[in-house]
């Protein structure tokens, strides 16, 4: 059974700072992984997906690496800003399905 | 990029009623769309796969007869919360696939509070 873990549960850094989210699975069997942004009582923004043969995938400061064969990937945010505040999940897609699977969050806050 | 809608974006209850939340994709056909449930500071949890035309498929744990799922056409899919109670409080999201784009698109999702 695919489980996706995220690491830290909860980050609090100072604007300015370039930080890394950590997400793990277990099942190295998988379509794709997609990062999410979600503000609070909101839906989901898709910030990157990254296909199994990708290593890497940028938007702006945003840059989220995969590592398939040892289940992590990373997601990489430059100059942070209060803006990023938020909880950003990853979901693994499981091989042969549509399903996604989604990590247990990072809560980040940005402070000013 | 596709569009999904749910509705309605929240709904306040009371415990032994049924609660009907809409999925809709706006501009494309789905023949699978997923159900999601979120509790307060926890991530998504996969309730059920909905196909068109088909029964739905209940991940593990999810009671069928509980979280009642019809998806009648490529672009609706409604979820059914029967005899709700206070611990069915939650944030409900749904997914649509586009086969067109291979992409998985989330709606904005639906808060439920059961009293």
């Known amino acids: 059974k695919q489980e996706v873990t995220q690491i830290p549960a909860a980050l609090s850094v100072p604007e300015g700072e370039n930080l890394v989210l950590n997400c793990s699975f277990t099942?190295?069997?998988?379509?794709?992984l997609q990062w999410f942004r979600q503000d609070p009582g909101k839906g989901l923004t898709s910030l990157l997906l990254?296909?199994?043969?990708?290593r890497e995938q940028t938007s702006g400061r945003l840059n989220a690496s995969l590592d398939k064969s040892s289940g992590r990937s990373t997601l990489y945010i430059a100059a942070s800003q209060p803006g990023d505040s938020a909880t950003y999940l990853c979901?693994?897609?499981?091989?042969?399905?549509?399903?996604?699977?989604f990590g247990t969050g990072t809560r980040l806050k940005v402070l000013a | 990029g596709a569009v999904v809608s749910q509705h309605p974006s929240w709904v306040i209850c009371k415990s032994g009623t049924s609660v009907k939340i809409e999925c809709r994709s706006l501009?494309?056909?789905?023949?699978?769309m997923f159900w999601y449930r979120q509790f307060p500071k926890q991530s998504l949890m996969l309730m059920a796969t909905?196909?068109?035309?088909?029964?739905?498929?209940?991940e593990q744990g999810v009671e069928k007869d509980k979280f009642l799922i019809n998806h009648a056409s490529l672009t609706l899919s409604t979820l059914t919360v029967t005899s709700a109670h206070p611990e069915d409080s939650s944030f409900y999201i749904c997914?649509?696939?586009?086969?067109?784009?291979?992409?998985?698109?989330f709606g904005p999702g639906t808060r439920l509070l059961v009293l």
């Open positions: 997914s649509a696939y586009s086969g067109v784009q291979e992409t998985q698109y």
């Open positions: 099942d190295s069997a998988i379509y794709n």
């Open positions: 990254i296909q199994s043969s990708q």
């Open positions: 979901a693994v897609r499981v091989s042969g399905t549509y399903k996604y699977i």
């Open positions: 501009d494309f056909q789905a023949t699978t």
């Open positions: 909905s196909n068109e035309g088909s029964k739905a498929t209940y």
